[in-house]
């Protein structure tokens, strides 16, 4: 796949650092991918919500940036699951889309506190947008193998249907009654071409979250709430929550980066 920016940087494929490789790809569109990255030893634990870093060297350098896993940390010994947006910048994306299964890495972790509360009966909200679905994507998947399902609503926020990443699994899920979720996908961009026959709703998550709310009757005292994106959304939806009567500590949050910095060289999600 071609990249949209000439990256001429040569990639080291073997270094003594490297304690992990690509060992699965899978393209949603030209700028959104799956990657599984495995450890060549044995797995590292971790919670779902957590992130690991990854990289690889090149020019000298290592390249690298921290991710949210999708997958369920009992399927760590098969390896560690991301959904990633190509960046259209040199740094370390562009070196990923370059890179071949079974090329090695570096990967390091987990780290992160965006974790869900045991044994938590309210109906659980994941509000994302874009990439940041990833973490709710575990979590499910944890809870699931560990058959200890809690009801879920799933509002995930993208331009373009089309970058609906896990939309398959969550209607799967939600269809044949696998697991308790109800799965809101929202488009922001409905009258573009690219959205041709979506008849679902339309607008950001922080335009549609309060609609969503009161048609299907969540309550702020029955209710917690994880929002995963960039920091300007995740006010914005905050600030809707705050105003139908969600307490703030009712309400965790993942930023992207942190507000005020460059997008691109910030980690996890």
Same mark, same amino acid.
């Given at each position: 796949?071609?990249?949209?920016?000439?990256?001429?940087?040569?990639?080291?494929?073997?270094?003594? +650092?490297?304690?992990?490789?690509?060992?699965? %790809? $899978?393209?949603?569109?030209?700028?959104?991918?799956?990657?599984?990255v495995r450890f060549d030893g044995e797995p590292v634990p971790f919670d779902p919500g957590q992130y690991m870093t990854i990289g690889v060297f090149a020019d000298e350098k290592l390249w690298q940036r921290p991710y949210s896993v999708a997958s369920a940390p009992t399927d760590a010994a098969d390896g560690y699951e991301f959904y990633v947006?190509?960046?259209?910048?040199?740094?370390?994306?562009?070196?990923?889309?370059?890179l071949q299964v079974g090329q090695q890495m570096r990967m390091t972790g987990p780290k992160? +506190?965006?974790?869900?509360?045991?044994?938590? %009966? $309210?109906?659980?909200?994941?509000?994302?947008?874009?990439?940041g679905i990833a973490p709710f994507i575990s979590m499910i998947r944890e809870t699931l193998a560990q058959r200890k399902p809690r009801r879920t609503v799933v509002l995930h926020g993208v331009s373009y249907a089309d970058e609906l990443g896990y939309r398959d699994v969550l209607e799967r899920w939600e269809r044949d009654g696998t697991y308790p979720v109800r799965y809101v996908p929202t488009v922001s961009r409905p009258a573009d071409p690219r959205n041709a026959g979506w008849d679902g709703r339309a607008g950001r998550v922080e335009a549609v979250i309060g609609d969503v709310c009161k048609d299907l009757g969540l309550r702020p005292d029955r209710t917690v709430v994880y929002i995963c994106g960039n920091p300007d959304m995740i006010l914005n939806v905050e600030g809707v929550l705050m105003n139908r009567g969600f307490p703030e500590f009712h309400v965790k949050k993942e930023l992207y980066w942190p507000k005020g910095k460059d997008a691109p060289a910030a980690p996890a999600g």
């Open positions: 796949m071609s990249l949209p920016i000439d990256d001429s940087r040569v990639i080291v494929t073997a270094d003594e +650092r490297y304690n992990a490789r690509v060992v699965e %790809r $899978r393209d949603e569109t030209e700028t959104l991918a799956y990657f599984k947006r190509l960046v259209p910048i040199i740094r370390f994306t562009t070196l990923l889309w370059r992160g +506190r965006f974790l869900l509360e045991p044994d938590d %009966r $309210r109906t659980h909200l994941f509000v994302s947008t874009g990439t």
